[in-house]
């Protein structure tokens, strides 16, 4: 599929913000997978990159950006930087005020991340286990996480502002897992499904062992 063919689906079905969508429009996902792959970068599908791991499908990115209601100059943490493409389509939607960290647990990840994402500024990619999230910058008034979890880390949840939303696929392993929209609202959780999607599992003391 083309990209313009993506952009008009989304359009259509799923993207109600236009800046969302010019920023989807303008981030090049060529440009963070594989070179091998180049030729399949707007079919809608996840893509291997390196160590077993994927860069999630175009579509599931689109949704996961609108349902997180990102907005300029917040601070953002993600759980799973894998190719850096998610992280920079947020660094693109919060602007020069706002700030993205990304966590990615695998060397080869990080160093691959680090280096698609060195033009953006305001991005920090860590190497750690990010199901204890990233304290020293916290609290978030957004956090994403790309790979699945057994259930929400209570870490995450600790680290994320009030009113803030947390966006996380919880359950299954490799099976499938919902993906849940958490509000915090007077320090509870305030949980909606939002579907069933499939990600790699998020390995770590709060997540899978
Ligand atoms: N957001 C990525 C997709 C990532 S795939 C993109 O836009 O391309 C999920 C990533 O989560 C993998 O790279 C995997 O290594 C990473 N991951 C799994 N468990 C993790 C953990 N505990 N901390 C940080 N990263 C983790």
Request: charged share 30%; net charge positive; glycine share 10%.
């Amino acid at each position: 599929m083309e990209k313009k063919k993506l952009l008009k689906y989304w359009k259509n079905n799923i993207i109600r913000d236009e800046r969302i969508l010019k920023v989807l429009e303008k981030v090049p996902r060529e440009n963070f997978i594989l070179e091998e792959h180049k030729d399949y970068a707007y079919v809608d599908e996840p893509l291997p990159i390196l160590k077993g791991q994927t860069i999630s499908q175009p579509t599931t990115v689109a949704f996961m950006t609108q349902a997180l209601e990102p907005k300029k100059g917040q601070r953002i943490l993600e759980i799973g930087a894998g190719s850096g493409y998610q992280a920079a389509i947020l660094s693109e939607i919060v602007g020069t005020k706002g700030k993205i960290i990304t966590v990615e647990r695998i060397y080869e990840l990080f160093e691959y991340a680090k280096d698609k994402l060195k033009d953006y500024s305001n991005v920090e990619v860590i190497l750690g286990d990010g199901s204890k999230g990233y304290e020293k910058e916290s609290p978030y008034d957004r956090i994403i996480v790309t790979a699945a979890a057994p259930n929400v880390p209570d870490p995450l949840f600790d680290q994320l502002k009030e009113n803030g939303i947390l966006l996380i696929p919880v359950g299954g392993g490799f099976f499938g897992q919902k993906m849940l929209r958490v509000k915090k609202i007077k320090g509870k959780k305030e949980a909606e499904n939002l579907g069933s999607f499939i990600f790699v599992p998020l390995i770590g003391e709060f997540g899978f062992k």
